[in-house]
């Protein structure tokens, strides 16, 4: 396979005693005495910009083939596969992937299926064998691992490579954002030292690593667009994997990306164990709330009196695995400022709910979207009497939050709002 020579900017982490430590260096495209040359990477989760990055470089270099291990979607809508698939085809090279716990929510599954079909699959390529197996419920069933061990037994090429989205560990110390079941993770991982894996490539988590335990190397690559879960000495690096096996072994580097700029139409809404970017073609898509409403501001004057439409605050932290009554809700803007809410107004009782009504984050004011309404998205409160004051401002803050920390409804409703994320206590 010929291929031009150029130097790309990357970064390497070298696993030390479990610290990652990054450097700087350069990389070269293989010589043509490649056996193989491929990329990874995964959790682009509606982020298309980074896999259209992605596919100019390989259809300038032409690798053999890219792979995407999984959570291509925000959340599995037919909408977001649509986005997905188009980016994707843009590659020159062939694509293959797997599913993600992403992809698979809300129905998602079925749709997956429809678009890439199974995600128990293997093939061949020269001394190579290539397995591919689902991890996309954070789990394996003891059907697919009978499948796994049948494929991986049956196979007599020199290396075998493994592709799921879900690491059977979490490398990061005090972390656990892997499989669920720690049983399965340690049959798998024991799996792939009875047959001799080379290397298992997975996502899930929002970085980079290379950890290597019991002789198997295992690379996380999470770093295509979704909101990284590391700090950069740690791995919280957006890229790509450039895989190339030679004669003499396999050689894995992270190639960087452009980081993400979350344009002023999406939000990223965050919890304990998962994350989402949400433009708003995706949020347009969810099920919407609708109602007119007005706050009153520090000074008792009444502001923003209009027909909001929005998604409800409840149904996008259930997307990222929903809120315990202790924690709090944290609404950001573009420019740092914040909002603390408690559980009780994201799910409001019944008190709570003749006062303040929905609380939503809305995308569009008198038939206006985003960007053309210039304030959204924003935080919104619809009550029943069409109009949110001081007064219920103060009836529904919890303590050490809204009225007690600034006493005006209007400062509840946060402008220009970017990250939503649920914050344990």
């Known amino acids: 396979m010929k ?13 030390v005693a479990s610290v990652s430590i990054i450097g700087l260096y350069q990389i070269f495209v293989p010589d043509d005495d490649s056996i193989l040359n491929f990329y990874v990477f995964g959790d ?34 037919s909408n977001q596969y649509d986005e997905v698939i188009s980016a994707l085809d843009t590659f020159t090279v062939p694509v293959y992937t797997t599913a993600g716990n992403h992809d698979i929510r809300q129905g998602g599954g079925a749709r997956y299926n429809q678009h890439f079909g199974s995600s128990n699959y293997s093939f061949d390529s020269g001394p190579i064998h290539f397995t591919v197996f689902n991890t996309s419920t954070n789990d394996v069933s003891e059907t697919e691992l009978i499948w ?27 972390s656990e954002h892997a499989m669920l079941n720690a049983t399965m993770a340690e049959r798998l991982m024991a799996l792939f030292e009875a047959q001799s894996v080379n290397t298992v490539f997975t996502g899930h988590i929002h970085l980079y690593n290379e950890s290597v335990r019991n002789g198997v190397r295992y690379v996380i690559s999470g770093g295509a667009g979704a909101s990284l879960y590391a700090s950069e000495d740690e791995g919280g690096i957006y890229h790509f994997v450039n895989v190339t096996v030679t004669e003499t072994g396999v050689e894995i580097a992270p190639v960087l990306l452009t980081a993400p700029s979350i344009e002023r139409d999406s939000v990223v809404v965050r919890g304990s164990d998962a994350d989402v970017t949400l433009s708003l073609a995706a949020l347009n898509n969810m099920n919407w709330v609708e109602g007119w409403s007005s706050f009153q501001n520090q000074f008792d004057n009444w502001r923003g009196y209009g027909l909001y439409r929005g998604v409800s605050v409840s149904d996008l932290v259930e997307l990222v695995g929903g809120m315990a009554v202790s924690d709090t809700v944290r609404v950001t803007s573009f420019d740092g400022y914040s909002q603390d809410f408690s559980f009780d107004n994201v799910y409001p009782n019944t008190s709570w709910y003749d006062i303040q009504g929905d609380m939503i984050l809305a995308y569009r004011l008198n038939g206006t979207d985003v960007l053309d309404w210039i304030d959204g998205m924003r935080l919104v409160m619809l009550p029943t009497d069409e109009a949110y004051s001081n007064v219920d401002c103060l009836a529904t803050s919890a303590l050490g939050m809204g009225y007690h920390i600034y006493p005006s409804a209007g400062a509840r409703w946060a402008r220009f709002v970017s990250f939503i994320e649920v914050i344990p206590r």
Do not use: W
Not at 3 to 15: E, F, G, H, W
Not at 66 to 71: I, L
Not at 157 to 163: D, P
């Open 3 to 15: 291929q031009q020579r150029y130097a790309l900017a990357v970064v390497t982490i070298l696993v």
């Open 148 to 174: 796994l061990e049948n494929d991986l037994s049956k196979s007599m090429s020199e290396i075998k490579f493994v592709f799921t989205h879900t690491p059977p560990f979490d490398p990061r110390t005090g």
């Open 44 to 77: 682009s989760q509606g982020y298309q910009d980074g896999i259209l990055e992605i596919a100019e470089i390989a259809n300038l270099e032409q690798p053999d083939f890219v792979f995407h291990c999984g959570d291509l979607t925000p959340f599995g809508q």
